[in-house]
C-alpha cells in the first residue's frame, strides 16, 4: 500500500538547520510531484513547498522562500526539505503528500492524493 514516512523532525534553537526526509512507498514516485505542508497548533495547514517530478521546478511560500530548499532522489524515492535559518514561527508539524500531476507544483493541498504522518519540528527562541 502507499505510505509516506516523514523522518528528520526535532526541537532546535532558532538559527539552526534541519533536514526533512520522506520515504514514499507503493506507488511510482518518479511520475508524481511531490509538497512539503506544515500545521501549526490552531492554525490551518498552510503549504511549504512543491517539486515536480523530476526535480526541475518547485516553488515555495514566501515566508521560506531563501531559507528552505526542497529537492527529491528518485532513485531513492525521497523527497527532502533542507531548512536553514529557522525561526520559532517555523514550529508545525510537517507533512510530506504526493501530487499525481507530475508538472505540478501547485500549493493546492487538495489537488495531492497521499499524506504521511508528519514530523515535528519545534523552533525555540
Known amino acids: 500500500q502507499v505510505q509516506l514516512v516523514e523522518s528528520g523532525g526535532a526541537l532546535v534553537q532558532a538559527g539552526a538547520t534541519l533536514r526533512l526526509s520522506c520515504a514514499a512507498s507503493?506507488?511510482?514516485?518518479?511520475?508524481?510531484?511531490m509538497g512539503w505542508f506544515r500545521q501549526a497548533p490552531g492554525k490551518e495547514r498552510e503549504f511549504v513547498a512543491a517539486?515536480?517530478?523530476?526535480?526541475?521546478?518547485?516553488a515555495y511560500l514566501e515566508t521560506v522562500q531563501g531559507r528552505f530548499t526542497i529537492s527529491r532522489d528518485n532513485p531513492k524515492n525521497t523527497v527532502y526539505l533542507q531548512m536553514n535559518s529557522l525561526k520559532p514561527e517555523d514550529t508545525a508539524v510537517y507533512f510530506c503528500?504526493?501530487?499525481?500531476?507530475?508538472?505540478?507544483?501547485?500549493?493546492?493541498?487538495?489537488?495531492?492524493?497521499?499524506w504521511g504522518q508528519g514530523t515535528q519540528v519545534t523552533v525555540s527562541s
Open positions: 507503493g506507488f511510482t514516485f518518479s511520475s508524481y510531484a
Open positions: 503528500a504526493a501530487n499525481r500531476q507530475p508538472f505540478s507544483i501547485t500549493g493546492n493541498s487538495r489537488t495531492y492524493s497521499y
Open positions: 517539486i515536480n517530478f523530476s526535480g526541475s521546478n518547485s
